[in-house]
């Protein structure tokens, strides 16, 4: 080979490598997009729990049949808003069972129910003001809790006309909009997602931000498959539990999963795409398209009925088996072809220790 | 005498991609839980000189081994929230008994034999009623469920018998958790972590210490005791912000922090395991999350080291210290040291 061919191929190999790779900064590039985002999702969670809260205390102030269909309704839009968001669990909402306060879920035994019947019929409960939910059960501070205040069953629906439970609706939905606004700033504040993500004040190294970020959006996904509907559904119809799933009451369960969903589409599209090294695109492309099967059959999920009789329904019972497989095949994605791809470091005592 | 087969092959009969560590060793002194690259959950037996003598493929995902006082048998315990308990005889080595948790309980991962060996002691969870217990088995009797005993707290850990071999120290870890909802934690923001001390004769609850109040968050998990009697404790933050990670006690005080909060950043939140090195004087703390093995020493609490192993986790007690890491190391952090083609899980014993 000659001098100048031995040049000519180096330098195309080196042309063929840096193509193949992605821009030094897309990493950075796609940790402010996802910062940027979440940012958006927080500030339309903290609006629309205003919302709710206007609501609410119109509801209270006049409890009229109109008020409490506005009242749902708008709480249609926070479960929504709330499923943008519930795919994090790191960073200000994990301060402080700030996750929890927001959204008690799972509550096995029902706990939040006892707890909240317990408190309707105590005449002391009109006492309560938002902050005093604080130190009270989690189980009593959030979105289950609102959701069975403005959705249980007609005995509690009448305790709306003057009696406690809008006593509790309205602290409750006042402390939801606390909860959210300080989330919303203490996002802002932070100024990017390595520092969102801190937990002791030392900023995260870029690649661990990242990691955190696909093993976020992988527990989510394994959430909404294992715990959300598997657990709920049972092996068929006759076995079933819906009611352990969240918003189950207000039958916005499989509502909430497609916000996420839905939310994850977004997050893990384009943008994310850039990061990866171009023989690894596929793995994003293989991301997408089942995310694309589960919202397809969400979509037909939500539009078959209340939660509870789409449970009960052989069809649509194994349209929720049917669900799940894309839901996991998604999840092995994120959680690990795609950190595989990226080299970033999968610790297996550190992941998923005891 | 082991068998090339038995290496090769599982307890449960499928195949172990291992063959190249397959040398017929009789001599086990390591006893950890691993998985393989297949994603198979196993039990791997290691001679003294750190070769591979065996390996056995679990049920599901073993957590950590309870070695008998004759050596001649071992008990790797799933972890949660498992329902079964595999049952080595070592002499050969082999699987012998799968054991299967009661009705109602799981397992926690964590057993200890009793002194004289007639019992094995599991922690296990009463999840409807959201209590741990400890199970007694009768060893004799093929490891027969003779009876529980409450734990006075909820989410329980490790339990070690303790020096005097009438007390066991119990890490009620105070996380609440449902086979309903694998793993999920379920009452995080109530959780009420404690160290119970029972007697062994019949389970009476003798003490019990409760985790600082000023940190609600803090689940104490693993346990160690040092020769003067003193149990050291390794715990875990559930909440972000800095907490102190590692304590000692005796009974009658209150929970004393070995490592501040501040020294404890670096451990991200998470211990792993703990264990006492006889030989350097020191209790040793291995946090995965942070990468990091710390070394404090035993009368002063002081912080000798602080080395930086990836994925560490595995620590061992006694004499010969081993740690284990996720990416395979087994090593003394000295000067010996072997690389396996597998991942060591959370514990591992030297025996």
Same mark, same amino acid.
């Given at each position: ?354 | ?197 029972? &007697?062994?004769?019949? $389970?009476? +609850?003798? #003490? @019990? ?5 000023? =940190? ?5 998990? /693993? ?100 740690? &284990?890491?996720?990416? $395979?190391? +087994?090593? #003394? @952090? ?5 690389? =396996? ?5 959370? /514990?591992?014993?030297?025996?």
């Amino acid at each position: 080979m000659t001098r100048a061919l031995r040049i000519s191929v180096v330098t195309t190999l080196a042309s063929v490598l840096i193509a193949c790779a992605p821009p030094p900064d897309s990493r950075d590039e796609f940790l402010a997009f996802v910062y940027r985002e979440v940012g958006g999702a927080y500030e339309h969670f903290a609006a629309t729990a205003a919302t709710q809260q206007a609501a609410i205390g119109a509801l209270c102030e006049s409890p009229t049949d109109a008020n409490l269909a506005t009242a749902r309704e708008r709480f249609v839009g926070l479960a929504r808003a709330w499923g943008r968001v519930e795919w994090l669990r790191l960073g200000p909402v994990a301060h402080d069972h700030r996750y929890d306060r927001l959204f008690y879920w799972p509550d096995r035994g029902g706990r939040g129910r006892r707890q909240l019947i317990e408190l309707i019929a105590d005449t002391d409960a009109r006492a309560i003001e938002a902050t005093d939910l604080k130190e009270k059960s989690v189980a009593l501070q959030g979105m289950p809790a609102l959701e069975y205040l403005l959705f249980a069953d007609e005995p509690t629906q009448a305790a709306y006309r003057g009696q406690n439970a809008c006593a509790l609706a309205k602290p409750v939905s006042d402390w939801i909009t606390v909860v959210s606004s300080d989330v919303r700033s203490d996002w802002q504040s932070a100024g990017d997602l390595q520092q969102a993500f801190s937990r002791s004040g030392d900023p995260l190294e870029r690649d661990q931000a990242l990691a955190a970020v696909l093993e976020a959006g992988s527990a989510a996904l394994r959430s909404h498959a294992d715990l959300k509907i598997k657990a709920a559904i049972g092996t068929n119809p006759a076995a079933a539990r819906p009611g352990i799933a969240p918003l189950a009451l207000s039958g916005l369960t499989i509502e909430m999963i497609d916000a996420s969903v839905q939310e994850l589409a977004r997050l893990f599209g384009m943008q994310f795409q850039a990061v990866l090294p171009e023989d690894s695109r596929y793995a994003g492309d293989a991301l997408q398209r089942e995310l694309r099967l589960v919202r397809a059959q969400l979509d037909t999920l939500r539009n078959a009925g209340d939660w509870q009789a789409v449970v009960r329904d052989e069809q649509q019972h194994g349209r929720l088996v049917y669900v799940q497989i894309p839901m996991t095949s998604a999840r092995q994605q994120l959680g690990e072809t795609l950190p595989a791809a990226l080299g970033l470091a999968q610790s297996f005592n550190a992941a998923d220790g005891d | 005498m082991l068998r090339r087969r038995d290496l090769l092959i599982g307890a449960t009969g499928a195949a172990l991609p291992f063959a190249s560590y397959a040398t017929a060793r009789s001599t086990v002194s390591v006893i950890g839980c691993c998985r393989f690259t297949n994603g198979a959950y196993a039990v791997a037996l290691v001679d003294p000189l750190l070769r591979l003598a065996a390996a056995f493929e679990l049920p599901e995902r073993g957590h950590a081994i309870a070695v008998a006082p004759a050596g001649d048998k071992a008990v790797v315990i799933a972890r949660r929230p498992g329902r079964t308990a595999s049952v080595i005889d070592l002499r050969e080595p082999r699987i012998v008994a799968t054991l299967h948790s009661a009705a109602g309980r799981h397992f926690f991962g964590h057993g200890f034999f009793s002194a004289d060996g007639e019992r094995f002691f599991a922690t296990e969870n009463d999840y409807d009623n959201a209590v741990g217990t400890i199970g007694v088995y009768d060893v004799a009797a093929g490891f027969r469920r003779t009876t529980e005993w409450s734990t006075g707290g909820v989410g329980t850990h490790e339990a070690m018998l303790l020096r005097d071999q009438r007390t066991m120290a119990v890490a009620n870890g105070g996380i609440e958790t449902h086979p309903d909802f694998p793993r999920e934690k379920l009452n995080l923001a109530s959780m009420r972590s404690s160290v119970a001390y029972l &007697s062994v004769d019949n $389970g009476e +609850l003798l #003490d @019990v210490v409760e985790r600082p109040a000023a =940190f609600p968050s803090l689940s104490l998990r /693993h346990l160690t005791q040092t020769n003067d009697g003193a149990v050291w404790i390794g715990a875990q933050h559930e909440d972000t912000g800095p907490a102190p990670l590692v304590f000692r006690h005796r009974r009658g005080e209150a929970l004393a922090p070995v490592l501040s909060a501040e020294a404890s950043a670096e451990l991200k939140g998470y211990v792993g395991d703990i264990g006492l090195d006889s030989r350097t004087g020191t209790v040793v703390v291995s946090s995965p999350r942070g990468n990091r093995l710390v070394h404090l020493d035993v009368v002063s609490g002081a912080q000798i080291s602080s080395v930086a192993l990836n994925d560490v986790c595995g620590v061992s007690e006694g004499d010969r210290l081993l740690v &284990s890491t996720g990416d $395979g190391l +087994l090593s #003394d @952090v000295r000067r010996e040291q072997r690389r =396996f083609d597998f991942s060591w899980d959370n /514990h591992l014993v030297v025996f």
